[in-house]
């Protein structure tokens, strides 16, 4: 554990002030990523118990408890969807600040060797950590939304049938 530790802090040496916002912005995305998907699981089965029983009395008019369910789906993902957005911007202002680095080395007239690979690496691994954190996050917010639109969707038909007094 604590190489591990010992490995990020170098790591982060290396991309500079960035990865910091980068690596926060990447956890707190993954972890309402996989809360939403595991609170998402844990609905499902409760949707195929309405399908199979019908909608128990305990949750109110059906309208109420349609739009209660359908808001608590769709809570989190707008959050998720700009962080998703966010991480590669991020990752775009540490390729910047990495090659600012670069062009201060140049102007000094040193063209100092460590100096420029210093900021161009910056510039690249810091790009690297905001698609790594991005595209998954936004992979995951697709799949995500089209689960909470598919839960309304059944839901839907679960309270048209509670309605007409039949089973779906």
């Known amino acids: 554990m604590l190489h591990f530790l010992g490995s990020m802090i170098a790591f982060l040496k290396q991309v500079g002030w960035i990865g910091f916002p980068i690596l926060g912005t990447i956890v707190a995305a993954w972890s309402l990523l996989i809360y939403k998907w595991l609170f998402l699981k844990s609905e499902a089965k409760k949707l195929a118990h309405w399908e199979s029983e019908g909608l128990p009395q305990a949750l109110g008019p059906i309208k109420l408890c349609y739009a209660d369910r359908v808001q608590t789906w769709q809570e989190g993902l707008s959050t998720l969807h700009t962080l998703g957005s ?83």
């Not at 991020?90 to 040193?110: P, W």
């Not at 460590?114 to 950590?129: D, F, N, P, R, W």
């Not at 595209?135 to 917010?141: A, E, M, R, S």
């Open 86 to 168: 966010l991480l590669p911007m991020l990752g775009l202002l540490g390729t910047v600040t990495g090659i600012i680095t670069v062009f201060n080395a140049l102007g000094y007239g040193s063209a100092d060797p460590q100096a420029i690979a210093k900021g161009i690496g910056e510039a690249l691994v810091s790009t690297q950590m905001g698609l790594f954190g991005a595209i998954p996050t936004l992979f995951g917010y697709n799949a995500l939304c089209n689960k909470a639109d598919h839960f309304a969707h059944r839901l839907k038909r679960i309270c048209a049938a509670a309605l007409e007094g039949t089973n779906v």
